[in-house]
């Protein structure tokens, strides 16, 4: 980057929050997917005006932007990688208002998520979206992820809650979408657009968020499976039995052995399958419905049924299921996470796929995710270091993507695209559909400023690749 745009960034920014040390800009170069690039520096904006200035510059100069959360992205999405200035958006972290009055959070983007929780619930209300990280991911990286976790299945996904937003566009310009109105149907639907976009259409610097109220009772059961078709029959069972449940999750017998061996949590290793079901309300209705789905568990086959009696035993429940990721990352040096996701119907014929392909492909693969909502995550833990089985990875990658389009579903259920899945993107939308999207790109970002090598294949691309050596 020209020294006199350094000189430029640092009469916008102070130079505490300028970074172009290398040790620095390291630091920004990596998210919890896969591959690291060096950006040529780092900004630390607090204010929207700052962004706005920044965003002009970088027009006139031509020079890439990545906004950039925590980094927690599993899909690549805040990687530099073509240089040029990361935006560290957790800096700006200085609004989280409750208004009880018309139930809406305004927040600033870079606020950790589950503070965002945390406040709702003191004041009796209730921000649904919950992915894992939300203790570590920012409501700014969410919201441009379309972040959920496993409450997604009752409440939907974070696009739910969004109803409007302040946004620097890539022109560097600053718009408001949507507003405090829950109703608001005043031309396109600028909020959804931006929703989701990870990061290519503009830097999202305020949003306001929805809120519901807190449901006054929940009740939590653990079902343990000898077969795992059975886990599968009973997910369907319930959910065609008028219940909805706020969250049901699955873990296969490799997850619930990794548990046990990363930190003993008395789950049946025998097990082919564990469900977690949660259901929430009234507390008459979810006393007959946790008795209900007990039921309709053992009747599918179940050979243990635990239903939690206190919040104690419940946190115990779900500290088993949040030690899945941390567990499997002990498995092997390297974990490539997907999220493809089915038609709910179609859970069993994927579980019969993955197994296929990890049989043929000879890789370790196991298996968790929120089954009621059809997102399962199979995990691949391998080793970057050893190239052949990479290779042997690139091709399992592709054939998980190809199941899943397959079945009527999708590449990315709650990671998105990023670099990762970019060269799938055709296979589930088509030539015209990325096309379209590919308009929208240009329309908003004619310069391919914001985030490029994002979310659409490079040219030529169509498989991914993971081998280090290779571009
Ligand atoms: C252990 C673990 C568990 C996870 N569990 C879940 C889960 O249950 N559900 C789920 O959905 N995801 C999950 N994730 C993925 C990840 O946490 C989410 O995608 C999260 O929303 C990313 O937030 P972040 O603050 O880390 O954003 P980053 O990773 O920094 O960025 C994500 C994207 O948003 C863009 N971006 C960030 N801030 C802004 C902004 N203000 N304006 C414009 N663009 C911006 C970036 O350019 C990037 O494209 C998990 C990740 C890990 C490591």
């Known amino acids: 980057m020209k020294p006199n745009v350094i000189g430029e960034i640092l009469s916008i920014i102070p130079q505490e929050r300028v970074l172009t040390d290398l040790a620095d800009r390291y630091t920004f170069s990596y ?23 920044l965003v002009k510059l ?16 599993l899909s690549g999405g805040p990687l530099p990688v073509k240089g040029g200035m990361v935006l560290d958006m957790s800096r700006m972290n200085q609004k989280l208002e409750i208004d009880t009055e018309n139930m809406l959070a305004i927040v600033s983007p870079g606020v ?4 965002i929780h945390r406040q709702a619930e003191e004041a009796g209300l209730f921000y649904p979206p919950d992915p894992s990280s939300s203790h570590v991911s920012t409501i700014g990286g969410n919201l441009l992820e379309n ?61 306001i968020l929805r809120l519901i109220p807190k449901p006054p009772s929940r009740k939590t059961l653990l079902a343990a499976f ?13 959910l065609s039995s008028g219940i909805l449940p706020a969250a049901m999750e699955l873990m296969d017998q490799a997850c619930i052995r990794a548990v046990e061996n990363y ?19 009234h507390p008459a209705a979810v006393e007959e419905e946790i008795r209900r789905c007990e039921e309709i568990c053992r009747g599918q086959g179940a050979n243990t049924v635990t239903v939690a009696r206190d919040e104690k035993e419940r946190e115990t429940i779900w500290k088993a299921r949040k030690m899945v990721s941390p567990a499997i990352t002990q498995m092997g040096p390297t974990k490539i996470s997907e999220d493809a996701t089915v038609p709910r119907s179609q859970i069993p014929a994927m579980m019969k796929r993955l197994r296929q392909i990890a049989d043929k492909y000879r890789l370790n693969l196991v298996v968790f995710g929120h089954a009621g909502d059809g997102n399962l995550h199979p ?41 990762l899945k970019a060269p799938y993107m055709e296979m589930e939308l088509g030539p015209i559909g990325l096309d379209m999207m590919k308009k929208i790109k240009e329309a908003w970002d004619p310069n391919q400023i914001l985030n490029p090598g994002k979310i659409f294949p490079e040219p030529g691309q169509t498989r991914v690749v993971l081998r280090q050596n290779e571009s």
């Open 31 to 53: 998210d919890a997917s896969f591959g690291e690039y060096l950006p040529d520096v780092v900004v630390q904006p607090h204010t929207t005006e700052e962004i706005s200035r």
């Open 58 to 73: 970088a027009n006139r100069e031509i020079i890439p932007v990545y906004p950039r959360g925590s980094a927690t992205s």
């Open 112 to 115: 950790l998520t589950a503070d």
């Open 147 to 207: 972040s959920s976790g496993p409450k997604g299945l009752k409440y939907g996904t974070t696009k739910e809650y969004v109803i409007g937003l302040e946004v620097v566009t890539p022109m560097g310009d600053v718009i408001r979408t949507g507003g405090k109105t829950v109703k608001n149907v005043t031309g396109y639907d600028l909020t959804r657009l931006i929703v989701g976009s990870e990061g290519t259409l503009g830097i999202v610097t305020e949003a």
């Open 226 to 238: 000898d077969r795992f078709e059975d886990s599968g029959y009973a997910i369907t069972r319930i």
């Open 263 to 281: 930190q003993p949590s008395g789950l049946p290793v025998e097990a082919e399958a564990l469900i977690i079901i949660e259901v929430d309300g």
């Open 379 to 419: 995990n691949i833990i391998t080793d970057k270091r050893n190239e052949e089985e990479m290779k042997r990875v690139e091709d399992a990658v592709t054939e998980i993507f190809e199941a899943a389009v397959e079945l009527g579903g999708t590449l990315s259920g709650e990671h998105g695209i990023g670099v």
